[in-house]
């Protein structure tokens, strides 16, 4: 029997102050990149969708979707991207 399915990872990118555009106040703000991956046995085969990042406003909440390359340049990740497809 074979068992797959679905699983999203996310992964936090940091945090920053950031002008909100919802509150427009400077508020600390995280950004957290997700993406949906195949699994097979519970074990993450291969990614079926393209990163997505959100950042999540301190303040008020409010969780808006930005640019994956600015938000990684922004949110000082360091971490070497995946090699993937
Ligand atoms: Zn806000």
Redesign the pocket.
Known sequence: MIIWGLRSRTKTLGQRMLN?P??H?D?MTAAVQTRRWFTLFFIPIFPISGKKTIAV?G??G?RYEVNNEQAEAMFGAAAKPLPNA
């Open positions: 909100c919802n509150c106040r508020a406003c303040l008020c409010f």
